[in-house]
Nanobody, 126 residues
């Protein structure tokens, strides 16, 4: 079992930055790929970014590439999403998720993820 708790969301202006954190319970965090997804009102939950269990592989949605950076600290059981140059269209509830253990490739589909956090709201005003 992996329990995930997101934090760091808030209300910011376009062009600002935020860093989201995802704190995981359990001693198996380092064996799970960690993904970030987001869901805007009336829309499907969509992939944002993923980092492999080792931290050696990452993938991003085209819409955030070059602006968002995913990272992890396995010693602290925490994954991060650094979001720069935020846009109003980034407004959504952001969820972290865990996929594993020890997957051979990083997943970009929400169905591949077993454990989910409760989400944190990010609102970007224009």
């Amino acid at each position: 079992q992996v329990q995930l708790v997101e934090s760091g969301g808030g209300l910011v202006q376009a062009g600002d930055s935020l860093r989201l954190s995802c704190a995981a319970s359990g001693r198996t965090f380092s064996s799970y790929d960690m993904g970030w997804f987001r869901q805007a009102p009336g829309k499907e939950r969509e992939f944002v970014a993923v980092i492999s269990w080792s931290g050696g592989r990452t993938a991003y949605a085209d819409s955030v590439k070059g602006r968002f950076t995913i990272s992890r600290d396995n010693a602290e059981n925490t994954a991060y999403l650094q979001m720069n140059s935020l846009r109003p269209e980034d407004t959504a509830v952001y969820y972290c998720a865990a996929d594993g253990p020890f997957r051979h490739r990083v997943g970009v589909n929400r169905d591949e993820y077993t454990y989910w956090g409760q989400g944190t709201q990010v609102t970007v005003s224009s």
